[in-house]
Each structure stands twice: as structure tokens, then as C-alpha cells.
């Protein structure tokens, strides 16, 4: 797909890898609204960072863990710009429970992780499918994670979240095929970002001394891979782990 003068929406626009997937879309033509669920400042001095590109970006405010700002998010962008053509589900919660501590993995965080990190893609899917097929197609691309493959990460719920996240990338190519192409990128430890910071030290060096090539994955790697899934046309129902090295699947 002719990435110029698209319109994506970038959830978790504001974060550490969000950001960085925003510019490369936007370095590549495409106008961006930028997700945020309450920091409207980072997010709008993100919008303002990507203009100064030479494209038209604009924060959107969404919190996911309702379901009425999740259809009033697509809405709104398809209002303000007269198109959604890429969705990026790159927002995400997690909290470090270890696995064995089971009385701190209570139901309010269980249900907080796999709403933000898997109920809230699929409705923000079945919300912005209708403007693109409307349009004759899109590219919709899930950030999972390696903790999706293997019994790893920061909790059990995270893990479990994306690993639903890995199938419902599968199954959402098969529902929107073949106008509307839906593919993932599961990233390992990553430096820098919110979610980083809420794992414990020892996670972060055990996760980095693990990989073959003995660092974190790269944000750019990352985020250059997400403009490979909206560009391509004939890549649907996968996900590509960018992880230095640790997780064969």
C-alpha cells in the first residue's frame, strides 16, 4: 500500500515506542492521530513534533477501558481527517507479578491487563474496519510481545493478554480479508519506555543477558517494521519477533 497522505491511528502515541512508530509513519507521508489515554500534553507535543515533519497529526484522547471512547476515538479521527487507512494497537498495561505470587495477581489487575491489552484491540478493530473497507482497505498492525510465546514476562496476565493478542491478530486477518490486512510485531525487553520502568531490575537484566546479541530490541528496528506490515501487500495473520535474539517461534 502507497503509504503517502494515509491516515493511521497510533494508540499509546505518546510512549516510548509509540512515538517512534508515529514518526516513521509519518516520515513516510502518513498524517497521525496520536492515542493517548490521559497525558493529552506529551501526546499533543508528539502531534506537534510529527507536523514539523511536513504531515497533519492531532492527539485524540482514549481511554480503553471503555468501550464508548473506543468507538468515539474512531469516529472522531474519521471526522478530522476524512479517513482511517492503519491502526496500530501499540497501548498496553502491565504490572511485574511473579508468576508464583498468585494472591497478588488479584481480578482488578487480571481484568485491567486484558481489557487494555487484548478486549481494547478488538473493539478498536471491529471500530475502524467499516472506514476501511469503505475504502476499499487498511493495514492493521498488533505490537504483542514475546511473553505470548513462551510462559514469560512480567505476569501471568500480561503474558496471557498477548498471547491472545498473537491469535487475535490470526483470526482478525481471516475475518477482514482480503481488503484490510492485519499482521504484528512482538517485541522483546525494550529500553526507555513506561513499560519498562514498572519491571524489576532483575527482570530487565536477566531478559537482556538471555538474548544472542546481549542487548534490548530496538525501537527503530520496531518501529521500522511496522511501516514494512502497512506497506506490504501480500503479508497477512503474522508476527514478527524483534527481540535480540531470545524467542524462536
Known sequence: MELKDKVAIV??????LGRRIAAALARAGVHVAVGYGSNRESAAEVAQGLADLGVKAEAFGCDLQHSEQIAGIARDVEAHFGRIDILVNDAAFNKAIAFQDLDALDLEIWNKILTTNLTAPMLLIKAVAPAMRRQGGGRIVNITSVAGFQPQGSSIAYAVSKAGLNHLTKCMA??????IL????APGLMEGTRMTERLTAEHVKRATANSLLGKAASKEDIAAQVVVMCQTDTMTGQTAVIDAGRVFH
Open 11 to 16: 494508540t499509546g502515541g505518546n510512549g516510548g
Open 174 to 179: 481471516v475475518a477482514l480479508a482480503p481488503d
Open 182 to 185: 492485519v499482521n504484528g510485531v
